[in-house]
């Protein structure tokens, strides 16, 4: 088993940025994805961007340029670093921890609300 836990997330204008985190615990050696997702209101959940092993990476083509996914190790910990956010981005962000196809977790999700 894994626990994710996500934290972050917030309400902010049309331009700025917020990190969000997501703190891994549990069976976390198993795990060979670990990623970003996010649900919008009336859509479907859509990846944001993944890590695929440990170091390779995987944008959804609409986020690369502006969000960046990174990691540290040492404390089981994933970000999402999302810069020029618009309001089209808003939405609840989920993290997402895999080992493979129907063996997966995910995080309770953060809110990202971006608003004038």
């Known amino acids: 088993q894994v626990q994710l836990v996500e934290s972050g997330g917030g309400l902010v204008q049309p331009g700025g940025s917020l990190r969000l985190s997501c703190i891994a615990s549990?069976?976390?050696?198993?795990?060979?994805?670990m990623g970003w997702y996010r649900q919008a209101p009336g859509k479907q959940r859509e990846l944001v961007a993944t890590f695929i092993g440990d170091r390779r990476t995987h944008y959804a083509d609409s986020m690369q340029g502006r969000f960046t996914i990174s990691r540290d190790n040492g404390k089981n910990t994933v970000y999402l670093q999302m810069n020029n956010l618009m309001p089209d981005d808003t939405a609840v962000y989920y993290c997402?921890?895999?080992?493979?196809?129907?063996?997966?977790?995910w995080g309770q999700g953060t809110q990202v609300i971006v608003s004038s």
């Open positions: 997402n921890a895999k080992i493979t196809a129907g063996v997966e977790w």
């Open positions: 549990g069976n976390t050696l198993r795990i060979n994805y």
